[in-house]
């Protein structure tokens, strides 16, 4: 059984930094992709970045280079590097996990920026 359990989240001046911190359980984490996504209140959920097995990257255009994400597979865990923080980053942020055949999501962590 695959678990996930997002971490980091909180309350930042806009400008601020956060990191994210995604910690999966239960099956081989080195040979999923993985990403990071968010939902706004009243808005669809959004995918914010992914990076593959191979530890390559991608974001969606409004990260705009504020964002990293980074993986490290020994200790089964994603991370998310969230710089220059802006009010409409505003979210719960998710994990997610590309399986092969079924995706996991972990239950979010809130980011709450203010201006």
């Known amino acids: 059984q695959v678990q996930l359990v997002e971490s980091g989240g909180g309350l930042v001046q806009a400008g601020g930094s956060l990191r994210l911190s995604c910690v999966s359980s239960?099956?081989?984490?080195?040979?999923?992709?993985m990403g990071w996504y968010r939902q706004a209140t009243g808005k669809q959920r959004e995918m914010v970045a992914i990076?593959?097995?191979?530890?390559?990257?991608n974001y969606e255009d409004f990260v705009e280079g504020r964002f990293t994400i980074s993986r490290d597979n020994a200790k089964s865990t994603i991370y998310l590097q969230m710089n220059n923080l802006k009010p409409e980053d505003t979210a719960v942020y998710y994990c997610?996990?590309?399986?092969?055949?079924?995706?996991?999501w972990g239950q979010g962590t809130q980011v709450t920026v203010s201006s």
């Open positions: 239960g099956s081989i984490f080195r040979l999923d992709a």
């Open positions: 997610r996990r590309l399986g092969v055949t079924t995706d996991y």
């Open positions: 990076i593959d097995t191979g530890g390559i990257a």
